[in-house]
């Protein structure tokens, strides 16, 4: 029973160059979560997918950041033209469709993003 | 705006003794859940209890047992019997049944002392 998994679990880029972090959610959940989480902080909520919409994404930067949740495949978290202010664990997590299962989110092991 | 305060750094436990870390959070809605997650050096987030506003009874999982006091808006977390794995920084959050995302508090570090 596989869990939330992200990949890289570490990302180097240098300053100008795309991230694209990946996120396949637990085995028969549909809603998927990203945060970010920077240096002794706690997490802080981006966006909110369903399979192939975008709920909520009141979290996202404006500008460079995007995600999507294809029909097929993992969720992708896309920050274009890096800069060092990126740098940061993201954190994907995932819950079920249904009341009773929606409530609770269970985590990815997190991508480690370094910007050079 | 529903925040959430963990007002303790940093809490320091001897081996086998207990430990309480403090959670208040602000919000003005009557339905909604409450997490506390352990995030150990790996780095990955691992929920430890779960508790619905609705139920009066506190949530108890093995070792971990939360004291919820809904009209002060307190979630404290009880780690009986520390071990040494316990070791970890433990975040409060808090989740509406309506929205979408949870907010964290900033966390507290805890030792576990051989």
């Known amino acids: 029973n596989a869990g939330v998994m992200q990949n890289p679990r570490h990302l180097v880029r240098r300053r100008g160059q795309e991230a694209r972090l990946r996120c396949s959610p637990m085995?028969?959940?549909?809603?998927v979560y990203w945060y970010r989480q920077l240096p002794e902080e706690g997490l802080k909520f981006m966006v909110y997918?369903?399979?192939?919409?975008?709920?909520?994404e009141s979290g996202m930067p404006k500008e460079r950041f995007s995600a999507e949740f294809p029909k097929e495949g993992p969720s992708i978290l896309r920050i274009q033209q890096v800069v060092r202010g990126d740098s940061a664990a993201y954190f994907c997590?995932?819950?079920?469709?249904?009341?009773?299962?929606?409530?609770?989110?269970?985590f990815g092991p997190g991508t480690r993003l370094l910007v050079l | 705006a529903q925040t959430v305060t963990q007002s303790q750094p940093e809490m320091s436990v001897q081996e086998a003794e207990t430990v309480t870390l403090s959670c208040t959070y602000d919000?003005?809605?009557?339905?909604?859940?409450l997490f506390w997650y352990k995030q150990p050096p790996s780095r990955q987030m691992i929920l430890v209890i779960r508790?619905?506003?609705?139920?009066?009874q506190n949530a108890t999982e093995n070792r971990f047992s939360v004291n919820f006091q809904k009209a002060a808006k307190s979630f404290s977390l009880k780690i009986s019997d520390s071990q040494l794995g316990d070791a970890a920084m433990y975040f409060c959050?808090?989740?509406?049944?309506?929205?979408?995302?949870?907010?964290f508090g900033a966390g507290t570090r805890l030792t576990v002392k051989p």
């Open positions: 919000t003005s809605e009557s339905d909604y859940y």
């Open positions: 997918l369903q399979k192939e919409n975008i709920i909520d």
């Open positions: 085995k028969g959940h549909s809603h």
């Open positions: 997590a995932s819950s079920g469709p249904a009341r009773g299962t929606q409530e609770t989110q269970y």
């Open positions: 508790q619905e506003a609705y139920k009066q």
């Open positions: 959050a808090y989740r509406t049944h309506n929205n979408n995302d949870m907010r």
